[in-house]
DNA sequence: TCAACGATTCAAGGATTATTGAAATATGGA
DNA sequence: TCCATATTTCAATAATCCTTGAATCGTTGA
């Protein structure tokens, strides 16, 4: 993730609604969720969360997919963890007093990478 | 960090003139910069200079200090923490496929946290 | 083919944010 | 006190972003 996108990804997650359907779709996992659906959980009109979904997916931060009459957005998991490393390395320089809460929260819901320490 | 506080602090790195200060002013440590002194690094004048450093410290990732005819300004670690944070816990979930490979940076760049993980 | 559904696009308006230069404020030294 | 320095504030303008509702597009089933 270069500078361009992290400004990018940083302008669609200061938005409200925007947020929250990110939140969504990275709980809905690979699934994702239809436009509809996510206008109706996220409780805005259609063409508004066209209009916020188009701006997530000029972010990089989502996908989408028709299927039949729906398009389904997905979360794009890797952009995310893409600008969290950006925000710890090319933002904060890798500054220990910075990311040392973030590695212990890093350490706690990925247990996968206890691996990748050794 | 509330997502109030999140949604400020996205919208704060969402342009190139202040994250490029947030940069400057992690680099900095505590010693921190003047407000001249970021104008001139950042090649911005002085009033637009302090109308990006109102707003960064509006979103709590700056502090500022007067001292004698200079204001100083630093970067809030603790803030830059917590945004990473949240980014992980409540924006992505704790989701391990995101987090894992900012968990590989972390432990790079803040060995001090590898005792934490015991 | 036609109607219905799911979604996007468009134009208009309002709201917020960014830039600029001039004026104002605060501090320190002659 | 007066001047210079460091910075902010203000007003005006430009640019960008958000919201709304109507119109449009693509897909499916009757």
Redesign the pocket.
């Given at each position: 993730m270069d500078q361009r996108q992290a400004l990018a990804a940083f302008?669609a997650l200061?938005?409200?609604?925007?947020l929250h359907i990110i939140r969504m779709l990275v709980v809905s996992g690979p699934d994702g969720m239809?436009?509809?659906?996510?206008?109706e959980k996220a409780e805005?009109?259609?063409?508004?969360?066209?209009?916020?979904?188009?701006?997530l997916e000029r972010s990089g931060l989502i996908a989408?997919q028709?299927?039949?009459?729906?398009?389904?957005?997905t979360a794009n998991y890797e952009a995310l963890g893409g600008l969290i490393r950006f925000l710890m390395e090319d933002c904060c320089g890798g500054n220990a007093e910075i990311c040392a809460p973030a590695a212990a929260v890093a350490a706690c819901c990925a247990p996968a990478t206890k691996e990748e320490l050794q």
């Open positions: 302008g200061s938005q409200e609604t925007r239809a436009a509809g659906s996510i206008a805005v009109s259609p063409s508004n969360v066209s209009f916020h979904l188009k701006e989408q028709r299927e039949s009459r729906s398009i389904i957005y």
